[in-house]
């Protein structure tokens, strides 16, 4: 597996948390403070976008690191749950990057 794959998976992740936490931000005071209708709808809709493509890179981590459907369900649901994908890439990482190295290690056929 190279690299890469683990790479955008974990940008994505962050990007996609701290959207998250952002929106929820932005509910706040839309709701609690009756202010921010706009600002809400347009982080509402980049979060969306982001998500989907979270959900792209995520799943292609998942098929290549051979993950059960309910580890993958797991890791494609927590871009929805505030702060959750912060822990979820970091177990993630810690588990996909042997893969990597012994992708790394191993020489190329001919």
Same mark, same amino acid.
């Given at each position: 597996m190279?690299?890469?794959?683990?790479?955008?998976?974990?940008?994505?992740?962050?990007?996609?948390?701290?959207?998250? &936490? #952002?929106?929820?931000?932005?509910?706040?005071? $839309?709701?609690?403070?009756?202010? +921010?209708?706009?600002?809400?709808?347009? /982080? !509402?809709?980049?979060?969306?976008?982001?998500?989907?493509?979270? &959900? #792209?890179?995520?799943?292609?981590?998942?098929? $290549?690191?051979?993950?059960?459907? +309910?580890?993958?369900?797991?890791?494609l /649901? !927590?871009?929805t749950?505030?702060?959750?994908?912060?822990?979820?890439?970091?177990?993630?990482?810690?588990?996909?990057?042997?893969?990597?190295?012994?992708a790394?290690?191993?020489?190329?056929?001919?």
């Amino acid at each position: 597996m190279k690299k890469s794959v683990l790479t955008r998976y974990r940008v994505m992740a962050y990007v996609t948390a701290v959207m998250l &936490l #952002v929106l929820c931000t932005c509910m706040v005071f $839309k709701y609690g403070f009756d202010t +921010g209708e706009d600002v809400t709808f347009v /982080v !509402s809709q980049l979060h969306g976008v982001l998500y989907i493509v979270y &959900l #792209v890179f995520a799943f292609d981590l998942g098929q $290549k690191a051979r993950w059960s459907f +309910g580890k993958l369900l797991w890791v494609l /649901v !927590s871009g929805t749950i505030p702060a959750a994908a912060f822990f979820v890439e970091r177990r993630v990482a810690r588990e996909v990057e042997p893969l990597v190295e012994g992708a790394a290690a191993e020489p190329a056929q001919a």
